[in-house]
């Protein structure tokens, strides 16, 4: 489904991420390790369009992707939950939900535009689905729709989270990019997103998920890579990985 | 007295928060001051004169001045949203990745492009707006307000009404909010920032160019440099609001109008574009961030 080519990027001089190979299947989750600083955000961000590869492609079923712009990406399938979550603080949670699904609606109004209705709608008809997608996130998050007026900015970390998780979802992708959804969390919200995480699969969802609490993520994830600055140093299966000598005394702290 | 000082600072207040209005989304967006916004201001003023001209012309005006009217209101706008989106593609756009000095002398630039290409086209002397709106006059508290007067700020506060809708309640206007806080998640949540940006520019144009029209009107005279005073007040007032805010750039504008024309009423006329330059010195030494800044935590 997502392949990458020997993707090397940089910010201004320093290579960050030194030519990485790596694939995700259609309904997998994948989950990529590795220290502080190995390039696992700037590897996402390379996915998603923010940063452009110097050298190298990345090809969504079938397409090269690497040189659009990042809404066209969004609008290819894939989702990002960033690091840091980076909530919208002055928009509400409603308003945070409905930004995840502007591509969805953008991707309508043009189909409107191709065939322009002798009258046009006064309200925009859902075809893209986004109500029923809105419901699917409060019934995952119902504290998301207790507190849908509220400004994205009072939440709490972890509500912060689900809320980040919640609007990726919008958009309904067919790739879901997360970047270490647990940190800095308290036990029980890194409990339920562990947990949604792998509801999400289990209805089809593929993910790709960046986590510092190795553990975890191997346990959940049918394969992993290992990363060390900027280079995929392992790979292997998600049950094997916590077995491999280095990893165990690397990452896992045995 | 008085009275007549409100009536008179709401109606300039009401034009100077009009451009306010234009370098506050500007900046809120960019974090750029956009020095040509000035003279976007200036240009709707000139293209008033040379449309309201042509359907004088044509014999329109006499015919209903209202249609005449709305046209001119129309088709300057139309020109200057193009005018601003023109600058912005070609004077920021390619320097969106420059260090933050770049885009602010590129606007200088076009700032001084801008005045000199109306000096040359259409002369350096005052140019007169042909008074066409009769002086029916409102008496109340000894003050009179003129129907002009009530045009300019009923209009000024409608344009306003209508902008706050389109920000807080369609989707191109939460996506500006978005963009605002945080571009690269708007992007990964596929907005378009480029295009986010265009609207903003195609926006605040338009509410200079009806500024500058109701200036126009109101003084009667129009020149190549009246952007650019009325640009740095404009701004001040944005300023004064809280630079980046909208409700602070309409306050701003309306507390700047007010107090010129006050200090114009009871001290001294000549030194009315200094009193407003004044108060945003006290004010911005009580609250740096301005009336209605966003404190530095949630920024
Ligand atoms: N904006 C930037 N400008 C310059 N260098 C950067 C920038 N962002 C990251 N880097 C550098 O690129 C390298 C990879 O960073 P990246 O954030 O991708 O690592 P990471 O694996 O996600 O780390 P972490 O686990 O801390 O999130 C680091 O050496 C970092 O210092
Ligand atoms: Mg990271």
Known sequence: MLLLKDIHTFYGNIEAVKGIDLHVDKGEIVCLIGSNGAGKSTALMTISGILKPK??????????????????IVSRGISQVPEGRRIFPRLTVMENLEMGAYSVNSYQLSVVRKHPPLIPPLTRVDTGGVTTQLE????????????????????????????????????????LLLDEPSLGLAPIFVIKIFKTI????????????????????????NRGYVMESGKVIKEGKGAELPHDADIKKAYLGE | MFFQQIING??????????????????????LINFAHGEIYMLGAYLGIIFLGI?????????????????????????????????????????????????????????????????????????????????TKIEFFNATMTALQVFIIVTSLLLMSLLHLYVMKTKTGKAMRAVAQDKVMASLLGINIDRIISVTFIIGSGLAAVAGLMVAMYYGLVNYYIGYIAGIKAFAAAVLGGIGSIPGAILGGFVLGIIESMGAGYLSSEYKDAYAFVILIIILLIKPRGLLGKSAKDS
């Open chain 1, 55 to 72: 050298n190298g492609g990345i090809l969504f079923e079938g397409e090269e992707i690497h040189k659009l712009p990042p809404h066209q």
């Open chain 2, 55 to 135: 359907f004088t012309a044509m014999g329109l005006t006499q015919y209903s001045l209202f249609l005449s009217l709305l046209l001119t209101f129309i088709f300057s706008v139309t020109f200057c949203s193009a005018y601003g989106f023109t600058i912005e593609k070609l004077a920021y756009k390619p320097l969106r990745k420059a260090p933050r000095l770049s885009p602010l002398i590129s606007a200088i630039g076009v700032s001084i492009f801008l005045q000199n290409y109306v000096m040359l086209t259409q002369g350096a002397t005052d140019k007169v707006f042909p008074h066409i709106m009769e002086t």
């Open chain 1, 198 to 221: 792998r509801e999400l699969n289990s209805e089809g969802l593929t993910i790709l998920l960046v986590e510092q609490n190795a553990k975890a993520a191997l346990r959940l994830a």
């Open chain 2, 10 to 31: 709401l109606t300039v207040g009401g034009v100077y928060a009009l451009i306010a209005l234009g370098y506050t989304m500007v900046y809120g967006i960019l974090e």
């Open chain 1, 136 to 175: 699917k996130v409060f019934e995952l998050f119902s504290v998301l729709k207790e507190r849908r007026n509220q400004l994205g900015g009072t939440l709490s970390g972890g509500e912060q989270q689900m809320l980040a998780i919640g609007r990726a979802l919008m958009s309904n992708p067919k790739l």
